[in-house]
């Protein structure tokens, strides 16, 4: 499994960590909750791991707003409040499980296996749209105004990710890491690139402009304004 652990306290992270992946599972680790979340949204995970006290963002606030963004990954919560009202306010907010610290590692590893057995819900939606620009998954198709968009398939899942994150600020970083998998920047013009490439493609012989730069923090794609 891939495995998000969101824990602030380096000792325990790293004992947790050292187990998991001597069990054979592949562990990213942040050290708060607001780098936590980002990582939450913008990586691929089996699982995730949640500390209940978190700087920055707390893990219930975490698990709030990861599924109010509709992410259905299972989430086991770890913490060493361990009243029933704890319990409780945990699992409403979202978690799957809820863990007590002290805890043994072996029943970690059981309920990481159970919740992992659950089914998950699957993304069905074939078709994304933002103003006339259409793409379909299925078809591999893109259309804008009803005329056919050709793009290379770099092109297509970049337009995808936009089109999934429609009216958000996307940055280098996620589309480098979503898009291209690199978990480092490479230092290159990769991104303007492509970015260019693909504005040229939907943009240039339509009106209004969707695909929008913002200066200093990254791309945009919406009818609107910015």
Same mark, same amino acid.
């Given at each position: 499994?891939?495995?998000?652990?969101? *824990? +602030?306290?380096?000792?325990?992270?790293?004992?947790?960590?050292?187990g998991? *992946?001597?069990s054979?599972?592949?562990?990213?680790?942040? /050290?708060? !909750?607001?780098?936590?979340?980002?990582? @939450?949204?913008?990586?691929?995970?089996?699982? #995730?791991? $949640?500390?209940?006290?978190?700087? !920055?963002? &707390?893990?219930?606030?975490?698990?709030?707003?990861?599924?109010?963004?509709?992410?259905?990954t299972?989430? #086991?919560? #770890?913490?060493?409040?361990?009243? /029933?009202?704890?319990?409780?306010? !945990?699992?409403? @907010?979202?978690?799957? &499980?809820?863990?007590?610290?002290?805890?043994a590692?072996?029943?970690?590893?059981?309920?990481?296996?159970?919740?992992t057995r659950?089914?998950?819900?699957r993304?069905?939606?074939?078709?994304?749209?933002?103003? %006339?620009? /259409?793409? +379909?998954? /299925?078809?591999?198709?893109?259309?804008?105004?009803?005329?056919? $968009?050709?793009?290379?398939?770099?092109?297509?899942?970049?337009? *995808?990710?936009?089109?999934?994150?429609?009216?958000?600020? $996307?940055?280098?970083?996620? #589309?480098l890491?979503?898009?291209?998998?690199?978990?480092?920047?490479?230092?290159?013009?990769?991104?303007?690139?492509?970015?260019?490439?693909?504005?040229?493609?939907?943009?240039? %012989?339509?009106?209004?402009p969707?695909?929008?730069?913002?200066?200093?923090?990254?791309?945009v794609?919406?009818?609107?304004?910015?």
């Open positions: 499994m891939k495995i998000l652990l969101i *824990e +602030d306290d380096a000792r325990a992270a790293a004992y947790l960590a050292k998991l *992946e001597e054979g599972h592949a562990v990213d680790h942040a /050290v708060n !909750g607001v780098d936590g979340l980002h990582l @939450a949204m913008t990586g691929a995970y089996d699982i #995730l791991i $949640v500390d209940r006290m978190l700087p !920055g963002l &707390d893990g219930i606030a975490l698990i709030t707003a990861y599924r109010a963004a509709g992410r259905a299972p989430v #086991l919560i #770890l913490s060493a409040m361990g009243e /029933v009202d704890d319990r409780v306010l !945990g699992l409403k @907010a979202g978690g799957d &499980d809820y863990l007590t610290k002290p805890y590692f072996a029943e970690l590893l059981a309920r990481l296996e159970a919740l659950r089914p998950v819900a993304d069905t939606q074939t078709t994304l749209t933002v103003a %006339d620009l /259409v793409l +379909d998954r /299925v078809r591999h198709k893109v259309t804008r105004r009803d005329r056919p $968009v050709a793009l290379q398939p770099r092109e297509f899942r970049l337009l *995808e990710y936009l089109m999934r994150h429609a009216g958000q600020v $996307v940055t280098r970083t996620m #589309l890491e979503q898009v291209w998998g690199y978990h480092f920047d490479p230092q290159t013009n990769v991104i303007d690139v492509h970015i260019s490439r693909l504005r040229s493609k939907i943009d240039r %012989d339509f009106s209004p969707l695909l929008h730069t913002v200066r200093g923090a990254g791309y794609l919406s009818d609107a304004p910015i």
